[in-house]
């Protein structure tokens, strides 16, 4: 098969898997309802791991969160420790729109976040440059994250490159009780 037709190929089926997502706005209806400022307002944790595609464990991961408004945006600053003994800080700046969906930054991402919300979903799409054995790669990460409860969200993302699904991580989020 030549160049051409395998890049013709690579994209068509990075279409059929693009199309084949659910809407955001299925959940409208879900409680309880997201409010990711009120949310993330505050000190959080999360516990998560990346998983490649074959479904083995790469690495597990704990996060410290603090999360506060400034200036009319929403600031949240991740501490990641990973199960190697490595570190990772990541501060995401984080825009409402209007229409109560949302747009973020981090330095570590490739343009700006996207962030589709309703009921209990926000659906958070970026491009992120992931570090590997002293490589850095631009990969997709496709994140719906899921309120639980008012203390416990899930997320799952999937990470893509050139549209294939190169490993999934999944996230758990806790909110200290009151």
Known sequence: MNRLARWSVAGAAALCVACSTPDVANYADQQPRL????FF????????MFQKRSGEIVKRFHVDLEGKER??????????????????????????AADGNWEG????????????????VLRWR?????????????VQFDDWMVLMD???MINRARVTKFGFEVGQVTVFFRRPAP
Request: proline letters at 3%; zero cysteines.
């Open 35 to 38: 409010d990711v400022a009120a």
């Open 150 to 152: 008012d203390r416990t």
């Open 71 to 96: 200036d009319g945006r929403f600031i949240l600053d991740e501490q990641f420790r990973y199960s190697d003994g490595s570190t990772q800080q990541r501060t995401w700046t984080l825009t409402r």
């Open 105 to 120: 930054t981090a330095p570590d991402v490739v343009g700006k976040a996207d962030g589709r919300a309703a009921g209990n």
């Open 126 to 138: 970026y491009t992120l440059q992931l570090p590997v054995d002293g490589k850095t790669y631009d």
């Open 41 to 48: 307002a505050g000190r959080t944790e999360a516990w998560g």
